[in-house]
């Protein structure tokens, strides 16, 4: 399978720590995955500020670049549901939008891995981002009946020595949002607060999840706090040791 | 940078210990929500087909109006088509005064609000008496609703006592409990119903096939204004309207739950004929109903059963209050039809959402109130109320990203910010992002640097170039 | 507004049009439906007490409430102080201590039993201090779509679902029996 990575553009300036930890992750599990240079950014803040159609170069940028793939794995969440879901109403025929995945239901639901060889003897909290949830069904929505399952969960559970908790409320929104943390900062910052007060309640030393944005929010909120709780993205995690 | 919603949530948020009571208190009402949710296995199947009824009704609307209005003629019900909230006033001004009634008894209808009919009538000399023991208290405090079902959630029992003790209801001084005031209310109301020359409700739901008129109540206020006052008036939506009882069971299981998380409220009741010796008034409203049906993005939202799910859920709503909005409705759905309504006065809402979509899931009609917040977003240009830095910002992120070069300098000059005195960087004046977060750290070496090593690490040849 | 110059624009301004879907749903259905009933009229604040049809049912009104002077009913029966087909007006109801009335079916999911009106002065149903509702054990099914499936209303074009007593939680969500109608239900399952 020829299988294209997208790092998005926070997560390039911010956060390549997770790109690398991706690329490794991919590159042990045997797959052959390419970085086509002279990517930036899928086009979701714009559009989510209401400015779609100023995303319209980028997302057939993103269609040029990753059409050919048979997969398209990025380590976002946010990022992966915008491709999926926006793409094909911004863009006509749009190709790409039905081989995009996040990397966890990469990993999860085509690669279907069953062991990892790291260590990560810590506890952690969950953080379920919205759009792993309610867009890509990384998790059961809490308000939603039937069956629970996480396959963030799952697949920490592969890697020895870890706990894994959840926050209470399991799927709040964290209050980022893109532009809402900018045009509404009390509100995201409150939401903030209380999320990472509910991780923390946990008794967990790191707050994982599938999406930087959401970790970068709460890392903001909890250095203004002097909070010590670290963050990891949950790739960085299956990927410990590599 | 800041938007209507945005600077009053703000003064809010300044009393962090009422914000998290307010919190708690729609989340625990959530909870309620799911628990009931896990009760009922068929659930989302009863959301998929009510949704489905609500389309097909909605879409056929002048057919089931018709049949409708044709039913509760031949009872005996006079049925009148207001255009707007001032014809609506109007009618009721001209049944009460034709009637020689000077004091109304109301349970709770959003539409009397949506018409400002309280205030209209109050300076013409009628006595409208709010008997929802919330409304009734905001009625007597002159504030308005904060919520749509629970309007008084966020009034404290001293509040309410104090209140109460004003106005001459309560006469033990200082007694705050929630049972004695609900009695207090209680007395002082059941000679409200007792006096009253007529006694107007809402209607939930309206059942073509029969021409029932279906109104939903945990106190029974509404069989009471109606059980003894010889004169009823239903204020009614025209989106109101469902095609027949085996629909109604669709809605009838959804609403309570999804509202309060009760399996159901206390009174279900349907108004089919005027009482013996009394008269029956239906008078259906439009308000903008026939133009949003022809919105193709918005539509749906037409569907809505206004059951309040969808506040309760959303993160935004639970710590800014109903009040930071400028509709009357607040919430998810507040937003929507508030856009719907009148775009200009209400873009100020648009910005109260973190696209969370806990709502959409939740709506127990499929709404997607949330999904339709993003839309209302991409409009906001056209109606000319977009917030012109945000507007800048994207813009100007569009051009760095669309332009490689400029991407790869930016990113290699941020490192810069990283030494910028915090006075400066993370003063809130400046970046609203320093409101509640430290800035982050720009890294030296971006990953599509880095990945050049890997490249070489994994003994590739060099990698498609675009 | 005149009608037809609503439903006109309505046509016009309607684009796609929807059908209804298949009506059908494997609705909740109980192992133990009565049970069901029973331990929902508990939660929803009303009690639930079984009878033998031929029970002496005035004694049964006075075991359940004791301390009632004024009992309004128009029930064959039943001893009542005052009879909402008689009264004059419907406010004469007013001060009535327990209200005895007929409940047609039960609903297992929620409690809810449908009264339709069969007194000249619903009233009754709602102004008593404490109700008392007479229902067939045979008579409860299981969930809404049957009992929409069989309710009937009378010729007094009113019918109304009763769950317990009336109820507020509108003052700092503290639940209150007792809002504006009757402060305690009493469901008499007659078999």
Not at chain 1, 91 to 117: G, M, N, Q, R, T
Not at chain 3, 26 to 49: E, H, N, P, R, V
Not at chain 3, 60 to 82: C, F, W
Request: glycine letters at 6%; charged letters at 25%; hydrophobic letters at 40%.
């Amino acid at each position: 399978m020829k299988v294209g990575l997208f790092i998005p553009c926070y997560v390039d300036a911010l956060y390549p720590h997770v790109g690398v930890a991706t690329s490794k992750l991919l590159h042990y599990l045997g797959v052959d995955a390419t970085y086509p240079h002279g990517q930036t950014c899928c086009g979701q803040p714009m559009a989510n500020a209401g400015f779609e159609k100023m995303s319209r170069p980028l997302v057939e940028k993103f269609e040029r670049t990753f059409k050919d793939f048979d997969y398209v794995v990025i380590p976002s969440v946010s990022c992966a549901a915008f491709v999926r879901f926006n793409y094909p109403k911004i863009l006509e025929h749009c190709k790409v939008s039905e081989k995009v995945y996040d990397v966890v239901e990469f990993l999860h639901d085509i690669l279907k891995v069953k062991a990892l060889p790291g260590k990560f003897p810590h506890v952690v909290s969950v953080h379920n981002s919205c759009h792993g949830v309610r867009e890509l069904g990384l998790s059961s929505p809490s308000e939603l009946p039937g069956p629970r399952f996480n396959k963030i969960i799952d697949l920490l559970h592969l890697v020895s020595g870890i706990t894994v908790k959840e926050p209470e409320r399991p799927d709040e929104c964290c209050g980022f949002g893109g532009m809402f943390a900018v045009e509404e900062p009390d509100v995201s910052k409150r939401m903030g607060e209380d999320k990472l007060a509910e991780h923390i309640a946990t008794g967990a030393e790191y707050i994982t999840g599938p999406d930087c944005s959401c970790l970068m929010h709460l890392q903001g909120v909890a250095r203004k706090e002097h909070k010590n709780i670290k963050f990891k993205h949950v790739v960085e995690i299956l990927a410990a040791g590599l | 940078m800041s938007t209507l919603h945005a600077k009053r949530a703000r003064e809010f948020l300044k009393d962090p210990a009422k914000i998290t009571h307010h919190d708690q208190t729609f989340w625990g009402m959530r909870m309620s929500r799911d628990k009931m949710v896990t009760q009922i296995p068929e659930w989302e199947e009863l959301r998929d087909k009510a949704s489905e009824i609500k389309r097909h009704t909605i879409t056929h609307l002048a057919d089931y109006l018709e049949e409708f209005s044709d039913h509760l003629e031949k009872n005996g019900v006079h049925v009148l088509w207001a255009r707007d909230a001032k014809e609506f006033n109007q009618m009721v001004l001209k049944i009460l005064t034709d009637h020689h009634v000077k004091k109304m008894v109301k349970s709770k209808s959003m539409m009397t609000e949506e018409c400002g009919m309280n205030d209209f009538l109050k300076a013409r000399g009628i006595d409208v008496v709010e008997t929802d023991l919330g409304e009734r208290i905001l009625q007597l405090m002159h504030l308005k609703p904060a919520h749509i079902v629970v309007p008084a959630i966020h009034i404290t029992r001293q509040q309410v006592a104090h209140t109460f003790e004003e106005k001459g209801m309560s006469q033990e001084e200082g007694n705050d409990d929630p049972t004695y005031l609900t009695r207090c209310a209680r007395n002082s109301l059941r000679s409200e119903f007792l006096e009253a020359g007529a006694g107007m409700t809402g209607c939930n739901f309206g059942v073509a096939k029969t021409g029932d008129v279906v109104v939903c109540t945990n106190e029974g206020n509404a069989d009471m204004a109606t059980s003894m006052p010889k004169l009823h008036i239903v204020a009614m939506g025209l989106e109101k309207v469902i095609p027949d009882y085996a629909s109604l069971a669709f809605f009838q299981r959804l609403l309570c739950r999804s509202a309060t998380g009760q399996p159901t409220t206390t009174y279900t009741s349907h108004f089919r004929k005027p009482r013996p010796g009394g008269e029956m008034y239906v008078i259906l409203i439009d308000n903008g109903r026939s133009d949003f049906i022809a919105n193709p993005d918005h539509w749906e939202t037409l569907k809505c059963i206004r059951c309040g799910a969808c506040m309760n859920t959303c993160p935004v709503y639970r710590r800014s209050t109903g009040y930071s909005y400028s509709f009357f409705i607040p919430g998810p759905i507040g937003i929507d039809l508030g856009m719907l309504k009148d775009p200009k006065a209400n873009s100020g809402n648009v910005s109260a959402c973190s696209l969370c979509l806990s709502c959409d899931e939740v709506c127990p009609v499929h709404v997607n109130p949330g999904s339709q917040i993003y839309l209302w977003r991409q409009q906001l240009d056209h109606f000319g109320t977009a917030n012109s830095e945000k507007k800048l910002m994207s813009w100007g992120m569009a051009r760095v990203y669309n332009n490689y070069f400029m991407y790869d300098t930016a990113l290699k000059m941020a490192p810069l910010l990283n030494h910028v005195p915090e006075a400066i960087i993370g003063n809130p004046k400046w970046s609203p992002w320093c409101v509640g977060h430290k800035m982050p750290v720009f890294v030296r070496k971006p990953f599509h640097v880095i990945e050049k090593d890997l490249e070489k690490e994994y003994g590739k040849e060099s990698t498609t170039k675009l | 507004m005149k009608k037809e110059e609503l439903f006109a624009k309505l046509r016009a301004n309607t684009h796609d049009q929807f059908d209804m879907p298949d009506m059908h749903v494997q609705a909740l259905k109980y192992a133990d439906t009565l049970q069901q009933f029973i331990a929902m009229t508990k939660s929803s604040g009303g009690k639930a007490i079984r009878l033998k049809r031929d029970a002496d049912l005035n004694v049964a009104v006075a075991e359940a409430y004791p301390d009632a002077k004024v009992i309004a009913s128009n029930l064959p029966g039943i001893k009542a102080d005052r009879n909402p087909d008689l009264v004059e007006d419907a406010r004469d109801l007013n001060g009535t201590d327990v209200g005895v009335i007929r409940g047609e079916i039960g609903v297992a999911e929620n409690a809810c039993i449908w009264i339709p009106q069969t007194m000249k002065e619903k009233a009754v149903c709602f102004i008593s201090e404490n109700l008392v509702i007479l229902l067939d054990e045979a008579d409860v099914v299981d969930n809404m779509h049957e009992a929409y499936a069989r309710i009937k209303m009378t010729d007094y074009g009113f019918g109304t679902f009763i769950s317990g007593p009336s109820k507020t939680a509108d003052i700092e969500q503290a639940l209150v029996m007792g809002a504006q109608a009757a402060r305690s239900v009493t469901v008499f399952l007659l078999s």
